[in-house]
T-cell receptor, first 110, second 111 residues
Framework: DGGITQSPKYLFRKEGQNVTLSCEQN?????MYWYRQDPGQGLRLIYY???????QKGDIAEGYSVSREKKESFPLTVTSAQKNPTAFYLC?????????FGDGTRLSIL | SQQGEEDPQALSIQEGENATMNCSYK?????LQWYRQNSGRGLVHLIL?????REKHSGRLRVTLDTSKKSSSLLITASRAADTASYFC???????????FGGGTRVLVKP
């Protein structure tokens, strides 16, 4: 089945540690997105990529980094500079139609 | 910043009743989309309405768009327990197919 796979489902970060969230899609979509969702809130755009080897900052990029070396993959690194990383992280991809979402990674601080 | 603001924040109805939620936005849009999110899951696209459309239907869903008031509504008719979820409106931005999401309406359908 075509879709978006996010892993892990749950992730714990220690103080001062960088962690990387995985997002893989087999929909052959050019565009990919990372969103952050806080409890009871909507989604906020962290980074997006329209094409391989290119990406742009979204509304809340500080403390995060991404890479887009392959069309299928768009990993997100939450760095130690992100002081409040506890949230639900959603990855999406888009071709000609609407955005398709993965099932998210819940990140917590130990 | 969140362009879409949704109202109400939460809604509780009996199975079989209709559920209506509203979305307001601030700037011009190309289209407005509605998504559903079940607890702890990703978002699922429901319907897209373009700026030159006023009403659109998909199964039990009816969406309206009033660009003069910068508002949209989503109506779910004959609700079912399986409709229990959070519903988000999202407006596109001119460049990069970026979406701006509202805060969502949490809908509880009681059997």
């Amino acid at each position: 089945d075509g879709g978006i796979t996010q892993s892990p489902k749950y992730l714990f970060r220690k103080e001062g540690q960088n962690v990387t969230l995985s997002c893989e899609q087999n929909l052959n979509h050019d565009a990919m997105y990372w969103y952050r969702q806080d409890p009871g809130q909507g989604l906020r755009l962290i980074y997006y990529s329209q094409i391989v080897n290119d990406f742009q900052k979204g509304d809340i990029a500080e403390g995060y980094s991404v890479s887009r070396e392959k069309k299928e993959s768009f990993p997100l690194t939450v760095t130690s500079a992100q002081k409040n990383p506890t949230a639900f992280y959603l990855c999406a991809s888009q071709g000609a139609g609407p955005q398709h979402f993965g099932d998210g990674t819940r990140l917590s601080i130990l | 910043s969140q362009q879409g603001e949704e109202d109400p924040q939460a809604l509780s109805i009996q199975e079989g009743e209709n559920a209506t939620m509203n979305c307001s936005y601030k700037t011009s849009i190309n289209n407005l989309q509605w998504y559903r999110q079940n607890s702890g899951r990703g978002l699922v696209h429901l319907i897209l309405i373009r700026s030159n459309e006023r009403e659109k239907h998909s199964g039990r869903l009816r969406v309206t768009l009033d660009t003069s008031k910068k508002s949209s509504s989503l109506l779910i008719t004959a609700s079912r327990a399986a409709d229990t979820a959070s519903y988000f409106c999202a407006t596109d931005r001119a460049a990069g197919n970026k979406l701006t999401f509202g805060g969502g309406t949490r809908v509880l359908v009681k059997p």
